[in-house]
């Protein structure tokens, strides 16, 4: 019987909520880290940046030995999920420990966010490698796997969505706060929330998909448990040109959105001058057209290459980033805070929250192609090497943009302290930096990826051919090759 008669829509649905937990860790670190340590607490954007460098360093090589080490695990339980299971307490505990800093003074803050990014990323790693994995070995259909990637990112825009209305309730305007995400007193118990959702997300998820395990790949008795097995399987990995120049060009476009999203509440609060009221409104905007952006994925990419899409999802996402800015050097951008001002901004934040679900759902269904094409070349089912090493360029991406965000934000001297609560109180010339830096920088920092996306080559004719041969090679008791076929 094959794969496709066991994969019922619970065992999907539960595989999908487990990216709510991602989806709000991810949006704790892209949005409010920064600002949190930065603007809030007085950390210097720079060592803010560095310690989230050193975060992505340590994934660095623990995402791509995760890969190695779910694909070789031959537990009862399955490959992957030992791991999801062993995750879900030390990611959450570490996220919130994260935000409730016992100490004061500069450089024992950023020991303390050095050191509690490092632990939330181990506790994320132990679960996001084995997830992506999971989900490429659910199904090998071309066009079933892009469904499956799309309603898994749709809970994870649910994730950032949650977040944007906690955001809304407890960073409301005080006497004392105009803007409510400067006091840190609304910290801690809105991490708490998100932390707990993580956690009951990735219990639900690794419960929910536990049963389908007896026909999915299972580990080759024969592995050689060797400990240089991670670094070969990685040179393995990037021997492959589909692999290599997916990666290259995912990094292109993403380290751009990182340095924009570390930018964002910076550029809402202080340029934009959104009001408490107004800023959510914004930020959901991107996220809601992200999540509309997932659901007709499946729609778009019926009949049309996956790179088609991408090529597209960047090239929009850069279009509604840049424009609002060109708009107000130029004099014609409603004032600040205007009620027509708020109006643009949501429509350019539509736009962008469409592009970007284009390239997270295609990237993450051509991963899964790609690993097809590896199994026919080595004969080994590999999804959790090509996942780990995916998972790090998606967390390295986060991190090294919002650490290039840190240190362009020191370039610019962008003041911080009690005393930054309005755009009135930083200067003009300032503000005109951040703007430039938001809007033209950040979008002509994607330019790269129109190159790097040409190479890759794997389209629908290609990787049907990929299928069929890989359909006809023998089965063998405990291949992983070709067991799920």
Request: hydrophobic share 50%.
């Given at each position: ?37 930065n ?8 060592l ?35 791991f ?18 016992p ?7 950023f ?15 132990l679960?996001h490698?084995p ?6 070995e659910?199904t ?23 977040v944007?209305?906690?955001f809304?309730?407890?960073f ?12 840190p ?13 993580v ?12 049963g ?12 050689a ?8 399987d ?111 901004l949501?429509a ?5 929250g469409?592009g970007i679900?284009?390239?997270v ?39 090294v ?17 009690d005393t ?16 430039i ?21 794997i389209?629908?004719?290609?990787h ?18 070709t067991?799920?076929?």
């Amino acid at each position: 019987m094959s794969l496709s008669a066991h994969l019922t829509f619970n065992t999907k649905l539960s595989y999908w909520f487990g990216q709510l937990a991602e989806g709000l860790f991810n949006s704790i670190f892209g949005i409010l880290l920064l600002f949190y340590f930065n603007q809030v607490l007085g950390v210097s954007a720079s060592l803010c940046g560095l310690a989230l460098l050193i975060g992505t360093l340590v994934d660095a090589f623990t995402d791509p030995m995760m890969g190695t080490i779910s694909d070789n695990c031959t537990s009862k339980l399955g490959r992957r999920h030992p791991f999801m299971y062993a995750s879900a307490l030390p990611a959450a505990l570490c996220l919130w420990l994260l935000f409730v800093p016992p100490v004061q003074g500069e450089w024992q803050l950023f020991a303390w966010l050095t050191g509690f990014v490092v632990l939330a990323k181990l506790g994320m790693t132990l679960y996001h490698v084995p997830h992506l994995a999971l989900g490429a070995e659910l199904t090998q259909d071309h066009d079933e796997r892009t469904r499956i990637v799309a309603f898994r990112m749709l809970f994870g825009v649910a994730g950032w969505i949650l977040v944007t209305i906690g955001f809304a309730t407890f960073f409301a305007a005080t006497p004392e706060y105009a803007n409510g995400q400067l006091n840190p007193a609304n910290y801690p118990t809105f991490i708490a929330l998100a932390a707990a959702g993580v956690f009951i997300s990735i219990v639900v998820t690794s419960l929910g998909t536990q049963g389908i395990v007896p026909h999915l790949p299972m580990a080759q008795s024969n592995t050689a448990k060797k400990r240089t097995q991670v670094f070969l399987d990685l040179r393995t990995a990037f021997r492959n040109d589909s692999f290599r120049w997916l990666i290259i060009s995912f990094v292109s476009a993403s380290i751009p959105f990182g340095i924009g999203g570390a930018f964002a509440l910076y550029v809402n609060t202080f340029y934009w001058e959104l009001t408490p009221s107004q800023l959510p409104v914004v930020m959901m905007a991107q996220f809601l057209a992200t999540l509309v952006g997932y659901a007709i994925a499946p729609a778009l990419g019926r009949g049309r290459e996956k790179r088609t899409l991408l090529v597209w999802g960047v090239g929009l996402w850069a279009a509604a980033t840049v424009v609002p800015f060109l708009l107000r050097f130029a004099g014609i951008f409603p004032a600040p805070g205007s009620d027509a001002a708020l109006v643009l901004l949501v429509a350019f934040q539509l736009l962008a929250g469409a592009g970007i679900a284009q390239l997270v759902v295609a990237v993450s269904s051509m991963m899964a192609d790609v690993a097809d094409e590896h199994a026919l070349v080595d004969g080994r089912r590999n999804e959790g090497v090509f996942f780990g090493a995916f998972a790090v360029c998606t967390k390295a991406t986060a991190g090294v943009g919002i650490a290039i965000g840190g240190v362009l934000l020191d370039v610019i001297a962008w003041p911080t302290g009690d005393t930054i609560r309005t755009a009135a109180d930083v200067p003009p010339e300032t503000l005109t930096y951040l703007a430039i830096l938001a809007g033209p920088v950040v979008a002509s920092a994607a330019v790269p990826f129109f190159y790097c996306i040409r190479h890759y080559r794997i389209d629908r004719k290609r990787h049907a051919s990929i299928r069929q041969a890989l359909a006809q090679l023998p089965q063998r008791s405990g291949d992983t090759t070709t067991g799920a076929l």
